[in-house]
């Protein structure tokens, strides 16, 4: 078998200050700049833990584990209507595989958050176990790793408490309009019923906070962007609003088309005040504010928006992401991928997989490049890479 091993994945901190230094000079926007190199990188220890950083000095404590990449909706910036070709269940990593990975994220190379994703995750069968069995490792700080789930919400109010038990710690459910025809249009699927049912259930199952997801899109879903905040907020629910961004079919994303975060906050100010909330942000994507309804003072709370384009946070980034085949991305935008799941299934030991990993990591660029001429997509969609 061959793999490739990256022994030292943590360089000399003067490499690291120099490459920093470098990208300052070459990129446009400075939201891409790592807000600070660590003082004290901790390199490969005894007990072979390490963690997952990068050539700009970012760290890597939050995996997005992608359980499949087919769906039950068919969302127009996603997907398109008849599906995509789904990749064959020989190519998808077993739930063993799954948690092998996932072990080895957390246990030796310092990841502390997971969150599974697709596709749509309510779709994988062995969900609960797989909660389950990732609710049992602990961090390099000695706690349970976080537990979060992205998904569209349909069928997680009948799941929900045997995946609070299993260790779900978070949910995050995407709701882009509250209006029952244009649900209908923009998911291609008549279930907003079953969405609201489960962020009702969600609630209620006190998986505070529960998120929403909003992607607004230029003439589709615009109106919807105050009644959505609305809604959310009367829930006691915290919504987010994300920019599109290029990742579903080719044809439909234009950068001077796209709804603007600051779009997205001047349609807001006109029902509610904002004020900008206080919590520092870390490597969250939302910038907060808190919101108050200006005809109805108790509909309040804090809304969140996600400017993934007009101001990229990369900089700040702590993400890596294991598709459904087992592949590694260290960025949503990457052009290259690095796969374990053949390296496993020849036989490679954990700490092999682990050299992979970081060297994977090793190679994230400082920010997604959108902006840059000659900016291209990645091959895969986003149901596909999870996002
Ligand atoms: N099916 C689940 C769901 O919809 O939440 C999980 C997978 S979905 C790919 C994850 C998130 O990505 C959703 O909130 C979805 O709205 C968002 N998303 C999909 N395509 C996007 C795009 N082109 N730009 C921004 N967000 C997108
Ligand atoms: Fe499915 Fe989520 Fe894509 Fe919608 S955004 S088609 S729910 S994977």
């Known amino acids: 078998m061959t793999t490739r091993l990256f022994l030292s994945p943590t360089p000399p901190r003067q490499e690291r200050e120099e490459a920093s230094k ?3 000079t070459s990129i446009k926007h400075d939201a891409y700049l790592p807000r600070q190199v660590p003082e004290d990188l901790p390199a490969a220890q005894a007990d072979g833990r390490r963690v997952l950083v990068d050539r700009f000095g970012r760290i890597a404590r939050d995996l997005r584990v992608s359980l499949t990449d087919r769906c039950n909706l068919r969302c127009t910036y996603c997907m398109p209507a008849e599906g995509l070709e789904w990749l064959p269940t020989e ?8 948690l092998r990975l996932i072990r080895i994220a957390v246990v030796k190379l310092g990841i502390r958050q997971i969150r599974f994703t697709g596709g749509e995750p309510l779709l994988r069968k062995n969900l609960k176990d797989i909660i389950a069995g990732t609710a049992t490792l602990l961090t390099d700080e000695g706690e349970k790793v976080r537990i979060a789930l992205t998904t569209n919400g349909l069928g997680l109010d009948k799941k929900i408490a045997g995946l609070k038990e299993a260790g779900l710690d978070r949910v995050n459910i995407s709701l882009d309009t509250i209006d029952a025809q244009r649900y209908i249009s923009l998911t291609r699927r008549d279930r907003l019923f079953g969405v609201l049912s489960s962020i009702d259930a969600a609630v209620s199952a006190g998986l505070h906070p529960v998120k929403i997801n909003a992607v607004v899109m230029p003439g589709v879903n615009e109106v919807d962007i105050v009644p959505l905040a609305e809604y959310c907020l009367s829930k006691g629910a915290q919504l987010r609003f994300i920019e599109q961004m290029p990742l579903g079919p080719r044809e439909q994303w234009k950068r001077g088309d796209m709804v603007t ?6 349609r807001l100010g006109t029902q509610f005040d904002l004020t900008p909330a206080k919590e520092p942000r870390g490597a969250a994507p939302a910038a907060l504010w808190n919101a108050v309804d200006k005809t109805n003072p108790e509909i309040a709370g804090k809304l969140g928006i996600i400017a993934s384009v007009t101001h990229p946070f990369c900089g700040d980034c702590d993400r890596s992401r294991l598709t459904t085949d087992g ?3 260290n960025c949503l935008f990457s052009r290259t991928e690095t796969p374990l799941r053949d390296a496993m299934r020849e036989g490679a030991s954990d700490d092999e997989l682990a050299d992979l990993w970081a ?9 997604h490049g959108i902006d840059d001429e000659g900016f291209l997509q990645p091959d895969r969609p986003m149901s ?3 996002g």
């Open 91 to 98: 190519q998808t990593l077993d739930d063993a595989e799954v």
């Open 261 to 266: 975060a600051q779009e997205i906050l001047d």
């Open 22 to 24: 470098s990208i300052a």
């Open 359 to 367: 060297g994977a990591m090793w190679e994230k660029k400082p920010g």
């Open 384 to 386: 596909a890479i999870g």
């Open 327 to 329: 592949t590694i991305r």
